[in-house]
């Protein structure tokens, strides 16, 4: 087993009052999973706004930092088989049908040093 | 019942203060419950503070449900890293994905209910005497402040405290919220039906506090008792039993004092009955009768419907009531029990054959502090024509009384050997 984080992007905000009535959705597919014993940690929703500190020069910029359908808007981490099984399990994302996406990354194990 | 707002915003505090408390525990936990009392003060004081200059709302419960679930989510974001919380529910506490549906969830009806039994499950724990039971169930499910609960049982306010802390350690040491499963239903419904049924007699029969105290005691057990029935889980015979016990009985309240004086049921104005308690008291009568043991509990209910089904005191089915008393003498023998008996055999065949049965009382000694005692001989005596010994019997009953509503009562009686 290992472990990966799903990152949502775009679809709905998920603060939005639309998004919000679709709120029951996404608390079913989470309930769904930990009972099916595939959640490690049930992450948080994000807000779309709120600053960017970059570089050696530490410029602040406001946020939304990408093109509405790229943000962010929420994680969580899953446990899994593999890769493959992670990626069967995001399908279940409710965002996915509001044109939304998800990013499945497996946690990285680093290796000590031989 | 009271209809001006003060008195109807003191009712939905009391009974929602209780689903307030179950509801947080569950969130916090019984470890938790200072917490889970200060988040429903919380919502209490906020409420009582608006509705002083906005007026009482429509719907003052769910005003007071939707404060509390906002308190909870405050309380849950700020204590959430800090605290162990309900185990169970902890993960999703945790999130900001699922928190308030959680808490959204966990107050809504059907769950407020099964909350409810959790709770009077959990006060009815093994480790704790009973008046430490009935004193936490009134507290945590019936709203009733330490002020209240020391008036209603006689003791100071600092013993009443030191009661209930020590029951909440209990709790708080006993775990998470005891599911009401079947087996644990099996296990714990005879300390529930126990506790409800001394709190109960506490309110009608007791000797301690003032008579508005006591019909709210009733009022509370009848309430708890109709929780029980309610639900698929504990709707036992027995809890039909308990629950047709309490409303045919607490249906003659209304009757028991007039003028701020009790009335013995014989002299009771028997039209100012409560009819819609004999209504429930009878549906639960018929839902105790499905099962196929007759428990003591069963016996008391029907002794309780010859009483208050008869049209008069003198209609009264006697011979039968005193039946059923032989049968409850050894379905649960305790003196108290023999002496209503015997007086409902006086009542069947005449005084003598009370006199009689009162002499042959198993446990008799134990009866001689019992101020009715001694007026359920007085009684017989002045039925007999012995007026010096009725009054004999009645001086001794007034020397025994425990609060000045009996000692009116019993003067009254002595006043009539005259």
Known sequence: MADFVFMFRGGDPISSAEARANWPKWTAWFKRLADEGHVKSLGNPLEPAGKLVRGKGKAVTDGPFAEAKDVVNGFITVTARNLEEAAEI????????????????????????? | MATDPEAIVERVVRRESGRMTSALTRLFGLHNLPLVEDVVNDALCRALEVWKYRGVPENPSAWLMAAAKNRAVDALRRERTARRLEPELEAQLSSEWTLVPTVEEVFGDEALRDEQLRMMFACCHARLPEEAQVALMLHLLGGFGVRELAAAFLVSEAAMEKRLQRGKAVLAASGRLPEVTAERVAEGIGAVHGALYLLFNEGYHGSHAEETVRAELCAEAIHLATLLAESPSTASPGTHALLALMCLTAARLPGRVAGGELVSLAAQDRSTWDRELVRRGVAALEASASGDRLTALHVEAAIAWEHTSAPSHEATDFARIA???????????????????????????????????????????RLGEYPFYAAALAEQHLRAGRRAEAREGFRRALSLARNPAEARFLEGRLAACA
């Open chain 2, 323 to 365: 039946e059923l008393y032989d049968v409850l003498v050894r379905l649960r023998p305790s003196p108290v029990v023999a002496l209503s008996r015997a007086i409902a055999i006086g009542e069947a065949e005449g005084p003598e054959r009370a006199l009689e049965e009162m002499a042959r009382i198993e446990g008799l000694e």
């Open chain 1, 90 to 114: 995001a399908k279940g994302c409710p965002s996915l049908e509001r044109d939304g996406a998800v990013e499945v990354r497996p946690v990285m194990q680093p290796v000590l040093p031989m």
